[in-house]
């Protein structure tokens, strides 16, 4: 069945580094795939999402291109802030459309 | 303003004390869902609906019954806790077609089972 496999945490920062979270996924047809964001206390948002092969998502200065070849999603960021610590989820939405596939998570802290 | 609500936010019961955990959605979404969120296991999918009176087991099903009698509610019942289910709960919605549409999320549920 369809799979998302994201890199272990905690990923531990100090402020302005570059960021780079890596998402692999498995799947049967052209699955959408997403990053979602969870900040302490609240429930999962989209941070970004791509739909086809090549696509580039990004938001927030956080970006990810879909690349089909090496089946993966890889979560950047040129520059963080304390304020992006937060879970990371990768995602991927199935071909039907229906269900929505995470991964475990990766737990990001940026120190000042 | 669009939005996710589920209640409670804390729940402490003991075992095979029945509770149900609410959720509803003013988007007029067709889909919903319940997941789970538990260390290093990420979110796993309980339940899900995709309209009204049709409903379907997700991963991780055991143990927990769903209704969805209106579209815009989906609750989520346990009608005998055990300590394996405690666990961060979060109910979602989307627009049911369109593999591009986003999850909507709720605040979460903490549930502890003594």
């Known amino acids: 069945g369809d799979s998302v496999t994201q890199m272990e945490g905690p990923v531990t920062l100090s402020e302005e580094a570059f960021l780079t979270i890596n998402c692999t996924y498995t799947?049967?047809?052209?699955?959408?795939l997403f990053w979602y964001v969870q900040y302490p206390g609240e429930g999962l948002q989209l941070l970004l999402k791509?739909?086809?092969?090549?696509d580039k998502g990004s938001n927030k200065g956080f970006e990810a291109t879909y690349r089909k070849e090496t089946t993966s999603f890889h979560l950047e960021k040129g520059s963080v802030q304390v304020s992006d610590s937060a879970v990371y989820f990768c995602?991927?939405?199935?071909?039907?459309?229906?269900?929505?596939?995470f991964g475990a998570g990766t737990r990001l802290f940026v120190k000042a | 303003e669009a939005q996710v609500t589920q209640n409670p936010r804390y729940l402490i019961t003991v075992t095979g004390k029945k509770l149900t955990v609410t959720c509803s959605q003013n988007m007029n979404h067709e889909y919903m869902s319940w997941y789970r969120q538990d260390p290093g296991l990420g979110l796993r999918q309980i339940y899900y609906s995709m309209n009204v009176e049709v409903t379907d087991k997700g991963d991780v099903p055991e143990g927990y019954k769903v209704s969805r009698k209106e579209k815009r509610n989906f609750p989520l019942i346990l009608e005998s806790p055990s300590p394996n289910q405690t666990s961060l709960y979060f109910c979602a919605s989307t627009q049911a077609k369109g593999i591009n549409e986003k999850l909507f999320f709720g605040s979460g549920t903490q549930l502890s089972v003594l």
């Open positions: 995602a991927l939405r199935d071909t039907g459309g229906f269900k929505t596939i």
């Open positions: 799947a049967t047809g052209y699955p959408s």
């Open positions: 791509a739909t086809k092969a090549d």
